[in-house]
């Protein structure tokens, strides 16, 4: 079965764009969800886990980095990229990778790479 990269945004032509990116430049599959509610459904309680997850920082009803957190105490080994149109700067860490909208393409693509290198 192809490795899968899952996007969580509330912004249908964001994970669209998204989705393009990635399958333009790795061989993967996309899946992409704009509902918390389905995402969660399908991650907590299905055998479908993902090699990597790109999520938005504002959910419609759910705080992403929150969320994230709640993905990585049932699920830790999951890397999650966090993508924010908030004012702020590119942060790679152990703990978060967030990275700011609109997104530069490069940078998607280097980071991606280097989360699935090591995955």
Known sequence: ???????????????????????QNFDYSVKWFISEREFEDIIFHENDIPSLILMDVRLNKENGLRFGNKIHEKLPSIPIIHLTALDGDDICSEKYTILSKPVNKPLLLKTVSNILVNY
Not at 1 to 7: F, S
Not at 10 to 16: E, G, P, Q, R, T
Request: proline letters at 0%; glycine letters at 0%; one cysteine or more.
């Open 1 to 23: 079965m192809k490795k899968q990269i899952w996007i969580l945004d509330d912004d249908k032509d964001f994970c669209l764009f998204l989705k393009k990116i990635i399958e």
